[in-house]
């Protein structure tokens, strides 16, 4: 059974599709034995406890530096013995002992096609703005393994979405969400789970 954490900053709807897909039987051989956020009053630390799962938050505001959080968040995630970390609109930088401790055991969903529209200042909404600025025809959305740069570990799975006249970044943003990263999310969850998944060629 892959022991998975999940880890988010906002309302969860990632997390949602996750917990869905599990009841759905649509994931075999995992179970979330946690869900991880730096916010308290993130929604999904609520999706998690309506589902049975431990919710756990931990904010860099609640440290005196940088360096006690960051091994206070290491050792927390430690005390699960994850075989997997999931990246579902996590907003905190992990911490580079976490990384390598975990090599290509972590991965995060972008609502992006990458390399468009990745690496730093590229979150939310604002990858959608830079989408219709730029004018593209197609977006989507990408699973990588995290390594030591932003948005630049291996790719998993990508799904295209299109860009529909008319669209706002409110609007390409759910459409994102809907046809690409709810779905793949947890169809990577589950190749991982089944010994499945296979690297992309870059």
């Not at 990745?118 to 393994?145: D, I, P």
């Not at 008319?166 to 999310?185: S, Y």
Request: glycine share 8%.
């Amino acid at each position: 059974m892959l022991r998975v954490g999940v880890m988010v900053s906002g309302g969860g709807t990632n997390l949602q599709a996750i917990l869905d897909a599990l009841d759905a039987g649509k994931i075999t051989g995992a179970s979330i034995e946690v869900v991880v956020s730096n916010n308290p009053n993130a929604y999904a630390l609520e999706r998690a406890r309506k589902h049975g799962v431990e919710a756990v938050c931990l904010s860099p505001k609640d440290f005196s530096d940088r360096d006690a959080f960051e091994k206070a968040f290491l050792e927390k995630v430690d005390s699960y013995n994850l075989d997997l970390i999931v990246l579902a609109g996590f907003l905190v930088r992990i911490p580079e002992a976490m990384v390598r401790k975990y090599e290509r055991r972590i991965i995060n969903i972008h609502p992006s096609l990458i390399p468009s529209f990745c690496g730093v200042g590229f979150y939310g909404l604002k990858v959608h703005e830079a989408a219709l600025a730029r004018g593209v025809k197609v977006t989507g959305a990408t699973v990588h393994y995290v390594d030591g740069g932003m948005d630049t570990g291996p790719i998993l799975l990508q799904k295209a979405v299109e860009v529909k006249d008319g669209d706002t970044p409110e609007i390409l943003q759910r459409r994102v969400m809907e046809e690409a990263e709810w779905i793949l999310l947890p169809e990577a969850i589950n190749r991982i789970a089944n010994g499945q998944i296979q690297e992309e060629e870059k």
